[in-house]
T-cell receptor, first 110, second 110 residues
Framework: TQLLEQSPQFLSIQEGENLTVYCNSS?????LQWYRQEPGEGPVLLVTVVTGGEVKKLKRLTFQFGDARKDSSLHITAAQPGDTGLYLC??????????FGTGTRLTVIP | NAGVTQTPKFQVLKTGQSMTLQCAQDMNHEYMSWYRQDPGMGLRLIHY???????DQGEVPNGYNVSRSTTEDFPLRLLSAAPSQTSVYFC?????????FGQGTRLTVV
């Protein structure tokens, strides 16, 4: 099992604030993905990072892959209520399987 | 496109009963997988398949069987349900990169 720990587990912030979610592992992954999940739905892919040190931006979301390809972070600038959801990181490991993190439940209060 | 379709959406079983969770995808993806999602534990891989006729165990395979007779279908069987199998189950398919998830099956074993 390739474990990914996410922190924090829960996060409640006011609209307009910035936040960072972390995804850490002792394993090296060939790629790392971030998903967002809404209640009653399956996870939906936000981004894939492949190269150590890679930074990708998706509007107000910035994703970074650690140099050693063991960790990643998601930074949201000026959070909006529409950002509310469960954020999951997933590392691609053996047999091309995806191993998911424990999740960060974000609530953005208007 | 329908994407990944799971049935049923909800199910209540008595301990010891058996059932099959259905999963079908119309994207011609070779790779399919089953996950279970429990609070605070993210998604854990149960079984996966890299193509028709090929299946393998994931992180938590005990109590579950799978088969892959066609590219489109990947059913998950619970042979003798136990309360510990109460969870939300997600089926996913992949080709390269992103995983596409179904809407999930919420299973309660009493």
């Amino acid at each position: 099992t390739q474990l990914l720990e996410q922190s924090p587990q829960f996060l409640s912030i006011q609209e307009g604030e910035n936040l960072t979610v972390y995804c850490n592992s002792s394993s090296v992954f060939s790629s790392l993905q971030w998903y967002r999940q809404e209640p009653g739905e399956g996870p939906v892919l936000l981004v894939t990072v492949v190269t150590g040190g890679e930074v990708k931006k998706l509007k107000r979301l910035t994703f970074q892959f650690g140099d050693a390809r063991k960790d990643s972070s998601l930074h949201i600038t000026a959070a909006q209520p529409g950002d509310t959801g469960l954020y999951l990181c997933a590392g691609e490991g053996g047999a091309n399987n995806l191993f998911f993190g424990t999740g960060t439940r974000l609530t953005v209060i208007p | 496109n329908a994407g990944v379709t799971q049935t049923p959406k909800f199910q209540v079983l008595k301990t010891g009963q058996s059932m099959t969770l259905q999963c079908a995808q119309d994207m011609n993806h070779e790779y399919m997988s089953w996950y279970r999602q429990d609070p605070g534990m993210g998604l854990r891989l149960i079984h996966y398949s890299v193509g028709a006729g090929i299946t393998d165990q994931g992180e938590v395979p005990n109590g579950y069987n799978v088969s892959r007779s066609t590219t489109e279908d990947f059913p998950l069987r619970l042979l003798s349900a136990a309360p510990s199998q109460t969870s939300v189950y997600f089926c996913a398919s992949r080709r390269q990169g992103s995983a596409f998830f179904g809407q999930g099956t919420r299973l309660t074993v009493v």
